[in-house]
């Protein structure tokens, strides 16, 4: 994972605007000529993305666990089959997304046929994240190449050694020409969006989100922003409650150890059932993590020390600091928090105004499970919301009723997995979406063409607008 080649070194000294400004001049030279509008180009891209997956697995799973602690069988699960599973949908349905859609046309047009054109939009920014450095990095360029269109790739320089690797690997797999990384941070981030581009795909935190929306405005440029929030877990006491515990433990401590956009935020539940439910859930974590877990390797540890204290500084506010009911240890030479519960912690505390993204969890009560869903929508809208029952009432009621990117019922994080499901956000959680053909369509302009022939020339359409033609 050191070793970066020179090339990259020298390119992350000196990037600034002038740099990024060739370079994208560079990228729409060869975008113009044609070359990444083919199928040929395209699948000749995805299918080199599935062999650089396929023979470097080893070197990816490394540099996750250099950044992250990630355990091996995360890495695989969550970054790199997710992506082999991309790159396997885009090659097998490449033709058919890239073939025109038929439309009818009316009866007063006739003779005549429509169809609606999927073009590539041009050149392209992904700006990703650090969390799922790998998959979130390389997910939007599979779709973005897909859709024929030439792309920049800014990964996370909270990531650094994935951030090296997927310089290093796609320098070496990908058509350079049509296919760039820009390894860096805020500096180099702001060069790009200084410049014009046909699409940008932001993953991140709202605030940046917000630089990333005012700099594309400037140019007119679409943007995708794929945000966090605090995603609800709601758990009626109706429920195999040793299956739901699994779920949400899996959905938030063995899934990067809590650091995901749709990891479990908070838990609401019924006072009453809220004491079966913890000790549900300690048992539950002291069968996956043992007694001790920070003997465990099965959990990542926290990104850097910022982020560690971050967290600390949310479980020791003074209001919640007598809300725990479990955890809290900490260890910042490890980076690594116990797992945490906090019980009926107040609504404007730190904890439940922010996006926790690390290893805590609240858990609130209500005393009808119903009334959660009004807790839920009277915060900023999640990107995903969970529901744990066996009640089909209140599933029903929870779709219809709670506002999401994204909904799983009796489950957590798996939902992406489902590749004709869009992934995306809505209001403060983020706008576009992604995925599966959702992927190829993000990157593409859908061109409405109408073919006419010559014949079937009506005059009544053109002036002198008649009388005659007035009645008709
Ligand atoms: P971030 O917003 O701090 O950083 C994201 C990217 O923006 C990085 O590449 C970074 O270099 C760049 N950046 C940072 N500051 C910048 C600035 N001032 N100007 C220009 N660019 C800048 O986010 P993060 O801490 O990397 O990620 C955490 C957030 O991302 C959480 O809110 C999480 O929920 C969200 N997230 C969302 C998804 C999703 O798919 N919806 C996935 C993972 C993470």
């Not at 199928?39 to 062999?51: G, H, K, M, N, T």
């Not at 150890?257 to 935020?265: E, M, P, S």
Request: charged share 25%; with cysteine; net charge negative.
């Amino acid at each position: 994972c050191a070793t970066t080649l020179p090339v990259l070194e020298e390119q992350k000294r000196t990037f600034d605007a002038e740099r990024a400004a060739s370079l994208v001049k560079d990228l729409r030279n060869n975008f113009r000529s044609g070359r990444t509008k083919s199928y040929e180009w395209r699948v000749a891209q995805l299918q080199s993305i599935l062999r650089m997956i396929d023979e470097n697995e080893k070197m990816i799973i490394e540099a996750l666990y250099e950044d992250l602690g990630k355990p091996e069988l995360e890495s695989f699960t969550a970054e790199i089959t997710m992506l082999k599973s991309s790159s396997k949908e885009a090659l097998e349905q490449l033709k058919r997304w890239m073939t025109p859609e038929k439309v009818k046309t009316s009866i007063s047009l006739y003779p005549s046929s429509a169809e609606i054109v999927s073009e590539p939009l041009g050149v392209v920014l992904v700006i990703s994240t650090w969390n799922f450095p790998f998959l979130l990095s390389l997910d939007p360029v599979i779709g973005a190449v897909a859709a024929g269109n030439a792309v920049v790739l800014k990964p996370s320089e909270l990531a650094p050694a994935t951030s090296s690797v997927l310089a290093k690997l796609l320098e070496k797999y990908v058509d350079r020409s049509a296919i760039t990384v820009v390894e860096g941070a805020v500096a180099e981030t702001s060069a790009l969006l200084e410049q014009k581009w046909d699409k940008i795909f932001f993953t991140g935190g709202g605030r940046v989100g917000r630089i990333v929306l005012t700099a594309a405005a400037k140019h007119l440029t679409p943007v995708v922003l794929e945000l966090g929030g605090k995603c609800p877990a709601v758990v009626d006491s109706n429920v195999n409650i040793e299956v739901a515990v699994r779920r949400i433990i899996a959905g938030k401590w063995a899934c990067n150890n809590g650091q995901a956009c749709i990891g479990v935020d908070y838990i609401i539940t019924t006072k009453d059932f809220a004491p079966k439910l913890i000790d549900a859930l300690r048992n539950g974590l002291e069968e996956f993590f043992g007694k001790d877990p920070f003997e465990s390797k099965d959990r990542s540890r926290i990104v850097n020390s910022f982020h560690f204290k971050r967290l600390v500084g949310l479980m020791d506010e003074d209001k919640v600091s007598d809300k725990i009911v479990l955890g809290a240890q900490r260890d910042e030479s490890q980076l690594q928090i116990a797992p945490t519960i906090l019980l009926n912690v107040p609504e404007d505390s730190l904890i439940m105004q922010e996006e926790i993204f690390g290893p805590l969890l609240p858990i609130l009560t209500v005393d009808n499970v119903e009334d959660s869903f009004e807790m839920i929508n009277e915060k900023s809208k999640p990107l995903v919301a969970y529901l744990f029952s066996d009640d089909e009432q209140l599933k029903k009621k929870f779709v219809q009723n709670v506002s999401s990117g994204g909904m799983a019922i009796n489950d957590t994080v798996i939902q992406v997995s489902v590749s004709g499901l869009p992934f995306g956000g809505v209001g403060e959680s983020g706008m576009g979406l992604y995925h599966g053909k959702f992927s190829f369509e993000t990157f593409s302009h859908k061109k409405a063409v109408l073919y006419r022939s010559f014949a079937g020339d009506s005059s009544l359409r053109y002036p002198p607008y008649t009388p005659e033609k007035q009645k008709l």
